[in-house]
């Protein structure tokens, strides 16, 4: 069965660190590049960062950079977050999503995961 | 960074009815690369368009895509039930970041 399933999401205190995990089945994963994307509550859609599918051409939204970290294992099928010194406006709905790998549209995501940072 | 603003904000219709959403983008979309998506409440969003004007695998003829260069348009031409939902346009044409419109949501009149 083809899907994304994320996880490690939480709640975590202002300045604190996160996880998150997404792991792909039922399609190459190796071939494709991943995306991150996030929806704040009752908000719209935020892309938040890509990684090529052989790991290279990293590219974040400004807001994140410094703080965030993609990356991949393609030998485990899992594409990973890490996120350090979180502010309240991280506070989201985590997708991880699949990109057609010629062009950056999303054509498979998971159901997210939830990281709400408290004060 | 490309903005998109989306509209209306909602519409209201019945089913059978013709449902006509916009896209406009702060400037122009290269390659006409937009896509459109489709969530409903508590699901992930699910691609319906892309390229402007090419449905995504499984996606019913009733959902269209058109427009090119700043100006985009979905349109379901017969609305049933299961289409009541927030709907988002995403451009792709330019270097990162790559934005989504602000949402619109088609709701049961």
């Known amino acids: 069965q083809v899907q994304l399933m994320e996880s490690g999401g939480g709640v975590v205190q202002q300045g604190g660190s996160l996880r998150l995990s997404c792991a792909a089945s039922?399609?190459?994963?190796?071939?494709?590049?991943m995306h991150w994307v996030r929806q704040a509550p009752g908000k719209g859609l935020e892309w938040v960062a890509i990684?090529?599918?052989?790991?290279?051409?990293?590219y974040y939204t400004d807001s994140v950079k410094g703080r965030f970290t993609i990356s991949r294992d393609n030998s485990k099928n899992t594409l990973y977050l890490q996120m350090h010194s979180l502010r309240a406006e991280d506070t989201a709905l985590y997708y991880c999503?699949?990109?057609?790998?010629?062009?950056?549209?999303?054509?498979?995501w998971g159901q997210g995961t939830q990281v709400t940072v408290s004060s | 960074e490309i903005v998109l603003t989306q509209s209306p904000g909602t519409l209201s219709l019945s089913p059978g009815e013709r449902a006509t959403l916009s896209c406009r983008a702060s400037?122009?979309?290269?390659?006409?690369?937009l896509a459109w998506y489709q969530q409903k409440p508590g699901q992930a969003p699910r691609l319906l368009i892309y390229?402007?004007?090419s449905r995504a695998t499984g996606i019913p003829n009733r959902f269209s895509g058109s427009g090119s260069g700043t100006d985009f348009t979905l349109t379901i031409s017969r609305l049933e039930p299961e289409d009541f939902a927030v709907y988002f346009c995403?451009?792709?044409?330019?270097?990162?970041?790559?934005?989504f419109g602000q949402g619109a949501k088609v709701e049961i009149k």
């Open positions: 995403q451009q792709y044409g330019s270097s990162p970041p790559w934005t």
């Open positions: 400037q122009s979309v290269s390659n006409n690369y």
């Open positions: 990684i090529r599918y052989d790991g290279t051409n990293i």
């Open positions: 039922g399609f190459s994963f190796s071939t494709y590049g």
């Open positions: 390229d402007a004007s």
């Open positions: 999503a699949k990109d057609q790998g010629w062009a950056y549209y999303f054509d498979l």
